[in-house]
């Protein structure tokens, strides 16, 4: 069983805005494993989920995002739904362990027909494995989406999305040649690190996680987070204008 399994997902939708939340709380509604069951403009303050009590928080206070919770199996105590108005938004989340590989493929899919909704740019899925080697194989689990934009990738994941815009700036050609890949409806990659991922052990996906990161530096788009204060862009990544 996995530690958990964190997801992210940046994508064109502004729910800042009432129609793109509403529309962003329809499709985590639409999934029975995402749907929130409390949710609150206030992280210290849970209140039960209820989507009329969210548009009218946005439309009443001056607020960045919404704290999301997920109380019943399978459970996500810590989640987060930017509100910015912006042309791009994210969510990023995290299940709880102990999780069986059965449900962590259904999670799997659940989030594969939401990054496909939401025409994600930048999407993950990664398995959190911790254990006294998994330190360097978690490194970007915590991803930054400013730096992002800025600097470029940090790592690749159990399952990694590139949109239309980062499939064209890295190369699709190149992407496609990658084991696992495959094109996505919205003009994308998916890739994965393994053909099942969930299904994977530790030192598997850490080879081959360790193996993408090489080629994708060689690409030069991965950026030099040793100073993650103060992170440099790779040296063939471009700022993105995504507004973060």
């Known amino acids: 069983m996995l530690d958990g399994l964190k997801v992210g997902l940046l994508f064109p939708i502004n729910t800042g805005k009432a129609p793109g939340l509403e ?6 509604e639409g999934e029975p494993l995402a749907t929130p069951t409390h949710a609150n403009y206030d992280s210290q303050k849970r209140a039960p989920y ?47 362990g102990g999780l069986p590989d059965a449900k962590v493929e259904s999670l799997f899919a659940t989030w594969t027909r939401l990054a496909e909704a939401t025409k994600t740019e930048f999407g993950f899925l990664h398995c959190l494995i911790k254990n006294g080697r998994s330190e360097a194989y978690n490194y970007g689990a915590g991803v930054n989406l400013k730096h992002l934009s800025r600097c470029g990738l940090e790592s690749l994941y159990a399952r990694t ?9 890295i190369g699709q050609k ?25 299904k994977a052990d530790f030192d598997t996906l850490f080879t081959r996680q360790k193996a993408l990161v090489k080629t994708f530096s060689s690409w030069g788009v991965i950026g030099d987070y040793s100073d993650f204060s103060e992170p440099l862009p790779g040296p063939s990544w471009t700022p993105r204008s995504w507004g973060l």
């Open 50 to 96: 209820d989507r009329t009590s969210v548009l009218q928080q946005r439309a009443s206070f001056r607020i960045s995002g919404f704290s999301l919770w997920r109380t019943k199996a399978p459970k996500y105590p810590d989640a987060y739904l930017g509100a910015r108005d912006n042309a791009y938004n994210h969510i990023v989340l995290k299940y709880a």
């Open 161 to 169: 999305w590139l949109g239309p815009e980062l499939t064209e700036v």
């Open 23 to 28: 529309a962003m709380l329809e499709l985590l």
């Open 174 to 198: 190149r992407l496609l040649g990658l084991p696992n890949s495959r094109s996505t409806s919205w003009g994308g990659v998916e890739l994965d690190l393994t053909p099942e991922p969930w």
